[in-house]
């Protein structure tokens, strides 16, 4: 057997095994310190039933790295005892004061670095999150280890049997920005002082937000914690964030982060184990007295997902064709790490269609946010001379994209109906048909279009991924997604930009399959203007203004809902006659839970709206965002610029919203 499969047994790991003597060739601790192998016999079993048949051929072929099989013998003898005595020792307790202003936004815990480095923000937040978490042992199994169960779920956990519990197994990974490796050790110090059986870790630390998702399905994990401040710049002087999922892979929702949130405020304790750093730079597993690290590569699960999702021979077919062109911007985040195991590897792009694609911690002084504005490079290549075929770009964390025709651009909520209606003809995952589709309040009323064609249930949800995860949960919802540059099924429980990016090359696959080498392909411009044909178009675009004050920015909400109070339906505003003008509030079809306050809408009699709303994204200050929206049915009118398309409705935002009386801002951040 290769020597891998030795580290995948035991990592090579000595001083959890011998307090005593690091060169000991692994048989002194079974005469001098029972007790410690007792506590790591859990652990060790547990590795070891990776496969008892690799191991016994490992020890045959190399029976040095067990001292000559000593301690196989002993995990064999002491196993029993092992199982009922697991347990994590050396605990520290340290004391802690509690830090103001730990409230997780729309996506995790967002702030500058400079806040997490303080002396137990961090922690605080994690302990805060585990301690909200039900440690239940293992009765069946007689099993120390414990698995995690979030409280507001305590009465359904406790009406299965304990057969139906799975040992406490958390994900750790993150999108490689600074500050990762040390929030990682802090972690993984954290899960081991808590009773965390084991953690399943991205090697160096890199897990795509999509890919933690995955992982924690296909394992069956409790939750992950991913390590992320998503499309916002990293570095020394930027932004670091955290989140959990739970079991499903979803984010947590608000009944769990508010409860974190109040329980920040009362802290006084942060319980750790006192471990060496873990090295996450190989694959294999260490284990510390019943806890145990895991290293995984961050691709593999994530890519035999989407070889299920999608047909790669379909795909495979279309990049080898000598007139197809295409090129991914990684923008040097996390996704640099997927996009040549699954475009140039496993589908046989060349590989100079990756642009961008080192992961680095400060995203090469770049903003990993895939839009117009700051995928510059991608999109002056797209607009220029040179332009491929097909370009996409993903942010941060993989979860968002971009995606760019020669010369074209597909605005998200286009993006997101077309891949709707053409799901069930070039995605084998939805074969039999999307059993229903979602987007998020502000994205624009095109998905609404197919699926009042398409006779398929539709729900409108506030910005927030987390609210797609229950009606995915219980079989109501196939493919979502956001204004924002986020898309995605079901197949997850997050945005998944690469499976957006897999998606626009299967239906121009599909478009093409026929298509003989020398005739004209069917590019992404024609794809658009014939689902605007079908369809109508959805005129739409979002104006944000990032770090503005804060007390102007809560004055200007203050004021649009002044004007919503006072509002009537049929009141003409310029050319436009209100149909309603509300604060836009989500009730839970699947567990009733009610959020309020989501955003506000001004909606006109011929279906065009403006909206109101502050992101929860950012890190410092606070962004606005306005969005306005028209539906035009005139195919003649369809190649109009946005911009002249809206620039009546852009105006009337502008006038009725005072936005820079009450910020001091006379041009928006980012225009999409």
């Known amino acids: 057997m290769e020597k891998t499969a030795e580290k995948h047994i035991l990592h090579k790991r000595k001083p959890y095994l011998s307090k005593t003597d690091p060169t000991d060739r692994f048989n002194r601790p079974i005469a001098g310190s029972v007790n410690r192998l007792f506590s790591n016999t859990y652990a060790v079993m547990h590795t070891l039933s990776y496969s008892f048949t690799a191991s016994r051929a490992t020890r ?7 001292g000559e099989g000593e301690i ?5 003898a002491f196993g029993l005892v092992g199982f009922l005595t697991g347990r994590v020792s050396q605990i520290k307790s340290i004391p802690t004061k509690p830090f103001e202003g730990q409230k997780t936004g729309t996506s995790g815990l967002r702030k500058k670095v400079r806040i997490f480095q303080q002396e137990n923000y961090l922690a605080n937040w994690i302990q805060v999150l585990v301690d909200l978490l039900r440690l239940v042992g293992d009765s069946t199994r007689g099993s120390s280890c414990f698995m995690f169960v979030f409280l507001q779920f305590q009465a359904l956990f406790n009406s299965l049997p304990p057969e139906a519990f799975k040992d406490g197994v958390l994900v750790l990974g993150g999108d490689g920005r600074y500050f990762n490796q040390e929030a990682a050790q802090i972690i993984i110090k954290i899960a081991a002082g808590n009773g965390i059986c084991k953690l399943l870790v991205g090697r160096d630390g890199l897990l795509s937000t999509p890919a933690v998702s995955a992982v924690i399905r296909k394992r069956k994990a409790n939750g992950g914690f991913i390590m992320s401040a998503s499309h916002n710049p990293g570095g020394p002087e930027y932004d670091w964030g955290i989140k959990f999922n739970y079991s499903s892979g979803q984010p947590a929702p608000e009944s769990i982060t508010d409860k974190i949130y109040g329980n920040t405020l009362s802290i006084s304790e942060i319980k750790l184990a006192d471990i060496p750093d873990v090295d996450l730079s190989s694959l ?3 284990i510390y007295d019943g806890f145990s690290i895991e290293v995984i590569d961050p691709v593999t699960d994530y890519l035999e997902l989407m070889e299920h999702v999608f047909d790669f021979q379909l795909i495979k077919d279309l990049l080898s064709r000598p007139d197809f062109s295409f090129i991914f911007d990684a923008m040097h985040a996390v996704t640099g790490g997927y996009a040549k195991p699954i475009f140039v590897d496993r589908l046989g792009a060349n590989m100079d269609c990756i642009l961008n694609g080192v992961p680095l911690e400060d995203f090469g002084h770049g903003h990993p946010d895939p839009n117009l504005t700051y995928a510059k490079e991608l999109v002056d290549i797209m607009f220029g001379e040179n332009a491929a075929d097909l370009g996409a770009a993903s942010d941060g964390d993989g979860d968002r994209n971009m995606i760019l025709g020669r010369h074209f651009f597909i605005t998200p909520s286009d993006s997101v109906a077309i891949i709707a209606a053409y799901a069930h ?21 095109a998905l609404d279009q197919v699926a009042e064609k398409l006779n398929l249930p539709f729900y409108e949800v506030p910005t927030g991924w987390k609210f797609f995860g229950n009606l995915m949960d219980v079989g109501k919802l196939s493919i979502c997604g956001e204004e924002s540059f986020g898309t995605g099924s079901d197949h997850i429980r997050e945005k998944d930009g690469i499976w957006a990016v897999l998606a626009w090359l299967s239906i121009i696959a599909f478009q093409n399959k026929d298509k003989k080498i020398g005739d004209k392909l069917i590019s992404v411009a024609d794809i658009a203007r014939d689902h605007w044909a079908t369809y109508g178009r959805n005129f739409f675009s979002r104006y944000d203004y990032e770090e503005c004050e804060s007390h102007g920015a809560t004055k ?3 004021h649009l809902r002044d004007l919503v109070s006072q509002a009537k339906s049929g009141q003409n505003y310029g050319n436009y006659t209100l149909q309603f003008a509300d604060d836009f509030s989500y009730t839970d079809p699947v567990d009733d839970s009610v959020a309020s306050k989501q955003g506000i809408r001004f909606v006109f009699t011929d279906g065009s709206r403006i909206i109101f709303r502050l992101s929860g994204t950012g890190s410092v200050g606070a962004t606005i965002r306005f969005y306005v929206e028209q539906y035009e049915p005139d195919v003649a009118k369809h190649d109009m610029d946005a911009q002249i398309a809206l620039k009546a409705l852009i105006e009337l935002a502008l006038s009725l919203s005072k936005l820079e009386e009450f910020t001091g801002r006379e041009k928006p951040t980012v225009i999409t």
């Open 284 to 286: 294999g597993v260490t």
């Open 556 to 558: 200007f909400i203050e």
């Open 72 to 76: 196989v013998k002993a995990v064999m």
């Open 425 to 445: 003809k070039s995605i084998p995952y939805f074969q039999n048909g999307p059993k229903g589709l979602a987007r998020s309040m502000p994205t624009s009323g």
């Open 60 to 66: 045959e072929e190399s029976p040095e790295v067990y």
